[in-house]
Antibody, heavy 122, light 106 residues
Framework: QVTLKESGPGILQPSQTLSLTCSFS??????????VSWIRQPSGKGLEWLAT???????GYNPSLKNRLTISKDTSNNQAFLKITSVDTADTAIYYC??????????????WGQGVMVTVSS | DIQMTQSPSVLSASVGDRVTLNCKAS??????LNWYQQKLGEAPKLLIY???NLQTGIPSRFSGSGSGTDYTLTISSLQPEDVATYFC????????FGAGTKLELK
């Protein structure tokens, strides 16, 4: 049974660094074709892909945010992480992590966490 | 970047209706198109990947088609539990989602 759960600070101030953790079970980030992605959704709005990290440690970032994002993983502890620097109110959103299958022409988010709300406010 | 345009933005239909949701890419995305369903207050769920591959456990009333820049999600007979927002997603280049179609019951 695959499960993922996001955790984060809840609220932080503009210019701070947002640190998010995705703790998962039921799969391994050392398995070929398996990745973890971060996606966010401002309240009442659409979805935005942020970053993906894969089994062989390759990484992809949304070009519009690339300079602010860092994705990493701890394979032995079944966790993935995302840092976003210099946050502002536009970063207020629900942040999801999702197991990602990425192999050859296949790329899809097949299991999602419940999401964690992050509010940026002074 | 590739822009994904979904239409309509809101669709009202009756139980049993055949429903078609559209997604248009700003350039050819080579069938690298997935569909996600998001019910109110829940995380999105994968329905279809690479245009027409039904994810395990998804009812067969859902189907996808398309090529080039134009893609379609079809629900053959709308059920009450299908009320949700549907997002298309391309992975031909760095990934982007459409803005969504909200499906309501008439």
């Amino acid at each position: 049974q695959v499960t993922l759960k996001e955790s984060g600070p809840g609220i932080l101030q503009p210019s701070q660094t947002l640190s998010l953790t995705c703790s998962f079970s039921g799969f391994s980030l050392s398995t070929s074709g398996i990745c973890v992605s971060w996606i966010r959704q401002p309240s009442g709005k659409g979805l935005e892909w942020l970053a993906t990290i894969c089994w062989e440690d390759s990484k992809g970032y949304n070009p519009s945010l690339k300079n602010r994002l860092t994705i990493s993983k701890d394979t032995s502890n079944n966790q993935a992480f995302l840092k976003i620097t210099s946050v502002d109110t536009a970063d207020t959103a629900i942040y999801y992590c999702a197991r990602t299958y990425y192999y050859s022409e296949w790329y899809y988010f097949d299991y999602w966490g419940q999401g964690v709300m992050v509010t940026v406010s002074s | 970047d590739i822009q994904m345009t979904q239409s309509p933005s809101v669709l009202s239909a009756s139980v049993g209706d055949r429903v078609t949701l559209n997604c248009k890419a700003s350039q050819n995305i080579n069938k690298y198109l997935n569909w996600y369903q998001q019910k109110l207050g829940e995380a999105p769920k994968l329905l279809i990947y690479n245009t027409n591959n039904l994810q395990t456990g998804i009812p067969s009333r859902f189907s996808g088609s398309g090529s080039g820049t134009d893609y379609t999600l079809t629900i053959s007979s709308l059920q009450p539990e299908d009320v949700a927002t549907y997002f298309c997603f391309q992975h031909n280049s760095w990934p982007t989602f459409g803005a969504g179609t909200k499906l309501e019951l008439k």
